[in-house]
Structures are given as structure tokens and as C-alpha cells.
């Protein structure tokens, strides 16, 4: 029903910037909220980053605010996360996911795209 392909991922310096992008496609209209996860190597997926479709209001994770950002793209059904200051520790995979309600798990998820930031 929904399809979700994160790109942008690749090797960083600490302190570098990369830009992740999740493309949506198929009933994007039923999936009104967002998300950003990631799991770093040997620990579980953790919450990076949230946004509503319908409100546009970001909400992100303490270990990335002021850092991270999301940035929309409503004519192409896209959103993006801009990563600033990377350290070592936001080494992980970066999951987009997607859902129809606020409560509740995410219904939808991307392969994933690798983000390696090295000292």
C-alpha cells in the first residue's frame, strides 16, 4: 500500500553533514505521520525523528535535537533528514517509516541506508 526507499547514506568525518531523503509512494495520502529511526551496531532501533504530513510540526529525539532536521517535500512525496555535527555515535542504519494514526507502531518501513561517521 505504501512504499518507503531512504538513500543518502555513506562515510562521514565527525563534525561532517549528510543529507538522508525517504521517497514515499503508493497511498501516501492514508500515511499522515512519519518517522526517522536508526539502529546503531549491537543495540536496538531507537527513535530519531518524527513528522505529521498534515501539520508539519518536527518532533526529534533529545541525543539529535538542534543537529538533525526534517525537511518536507509535499509535491514529490518526500522527506528528508539533514544531519549536522555527526558524531561517532549516530553511526547506525536509518529506517523512514510511515503511519496512519499518532498512537500505536509504525505500519510501514524503507530498507534502509547505512550512515557510518568516523573520527
Known amino acids: 500500500q505504501v512504499q518507503l526507499v531512504e538513500s543518502g547514506g555513506g562515510l562521514v568525518q565527525a563534525g561532517g553533514s549528510l543529507r538522508l531523503s525517504c521517497a514515499a509512494s503508493?497511498?501516501?495520502?492514508?500515511?499522515?505521520?512519519m518517522g526517522w529511526f536508526r539502529q546503531p551496531p549491537g543495540k536496538e532501533r531507537e527513535f530519531v525523528a518524527a513528522?505529521?504530513?498534515?501539520?508539519?510540526?518536527?518532533y526529534y529525539a533529545d541525543s539529535v535535537k538542534g543537529r538533525f532536521t526534517i525537511i518536507s517535500d509535499n509535491a514529490k512525496n518526500m522527506v528528508h533528514l539533514q544531519m549536522n555535527s555527526l558524531k561517532s555515535e549516530d553511526t547506525a542504519v536509518y529506517y523512514c517509516?510511515?503511519?496512519?494514526?499518532?498512537?500505536?507502531?509504525?505500519?510501514?518501513w524503507g530498507q534502509g541506508t547505512q550512515v557510518t561517521v568516523s573520527s
Open positions: 517509516a510511515a503511519k496512519t494514526r499518532l498512537p500505536g507502531q509504525y505500519d510501514y
Open positions: 503508493g497511498r501516501t495520502f492514508s500515511s499522515n505521520y
Open positions: 513528522f505529521t504530513w498534515s501539520r508539519g510540526n518536527p
